[in-house]
């Protein structure tokens, strides 16, 4: 008899219960998979087989015209003996290491003082935000008046410190800092993620340092710069991405309509060079390959950055060594 029962499974009861759980599970999922469904079929469409697809544009000869002719890895050997590939990487390459630690400085400089101001940091958040803002296009014509050589504000207040200005749109040595320089129009939406994390270290710690006789430097490395780490690291990581993808305010100002100024190489990215291949000259399958190749490169020092920030950045709980 105590076979039997052992041998006679779960009680009806239980059974009923578990089979009640998992059509509710089946409901849940058909549910969220509905509600989900736009995003997924936009995204499948829209980013999965472009993305997909490009993997073999990457291998054809394509001209949008004509059907893609399949020719193997000719594009990626044609991309590292083409002289203009390595011309825009090493234009961008030398444009983000600058920009990236200049941006972060600057987000951070601005991101103390607005930490200081007390009751008015409202009004300077809006304000050190507002030019995030801006259009691209518009701040690409923005920098080719106030950078111009002749009569540009930029040099005119130069001049009044007696300094001689120079030609920051048609001298090829001055056109990428001047480009640097105008990145830094944007860094209202770092100074705001800086400014939070600023806000969020205990003062606690600032306090014990003052009593073991710490000043602002010492109190800066110590805690400050340690405590926002995971902010910084942050802002590193994807002002790096932006930087490698530099586009728009040098296209607007260097290679728009009518724009023929000698000093186009000094400000030709690979962004910039990947978009004239794909849409000025209709070569879709070399783009292709370049925009793998840039892919390649933002992964890899991506990963790079990922394996570093296990030694410098500092988050909370975080019980290493």
Do not use: C
Request: charged share 10%; glycine share 8%; proline share 5%.
């Amino acid at each position: 008899m105590t076979a039997l029962a052992a041998t006679a499974g779960p009680p009806a009861p239980t059974v009923d219960r578990e089979r009640g759980r998992r059509r509710a599970r089946r409901r849940n999922l058909r549910a969220a998979l509905l509600f989900l469904s736009p995003w997924l079929i936009g995204f499948a469409v829209f980013t999965a087989w472009p993305l997909i697809y490009s993997v073999y544009l990457s291998l054809t000869d394509y001209d949008v015209i004509n059907d893609p002719n399949f020719v193997g890895g000719a594009n990626y050997a044609e991309l590292f003996s083409d002289p203009k590939v390595a011309l825009a990487l090493g234009n961008t390459l030398f444009f983000t290491v600058v920009q990236v630690p200049l941006y972060v400085v600057v987000s951070l400089l601005l991101a103390l003082l607005l930490n200081r101001a007390g009751r008015s940091a409202g009004f300077f958040r809006t304000v050190f935000f507002l030019p995030k803002m801006t259009p691209p296009v518009a701040v690409g014509i923005l920098f080719l008046l106030l950078f111009n050589g002749q009569n540009g504000l930029f040099n005119t207040v130069l001049g009044w410190f007696g300094i001689d200005g120079p030609s920051w749109t048609t001298d090829a040595a001055w056109v990428k800092p001047g480009l640097i320089i105008m990145s830094l129009w944007t860094v209202g939406a770092s100074v705001i993620i800086l400014l939070a994390a600023l806000q969020a270290v205990p003062d606690e710690l600032y306090d014990s340092a003052k009593l073991d006789g710490a000043g602002f430097w010492r109190q800066s490395f110590s805690i400050t710069v340690p405590m926002i780490s995971p902010a910084l690291f942050f802002i590193i990581v994807v002002n790096t991405i932006a930087g490698l993808q530099t586009f728009d305010e040098a296209y607007t100002a260097f290679f728009g309509a009518g724009n023929t100024t000698y000093s186009n190489d000094a400000a030709l990215f690979y962004a910039i060079y990947l978009f004239q291949q794909a849409f000025e000259f209709l070569h879709m399958g070399y783009a292709s390959a370049m925009a793998w190749v840039l892919f390649a490169l933002i992964m890899a020092i991506t990963a790079v950055q990922i394996i570093v920030s296990r030694r410098v950045v500092y988050y909370e709980g975080d019980d290493r060594p």
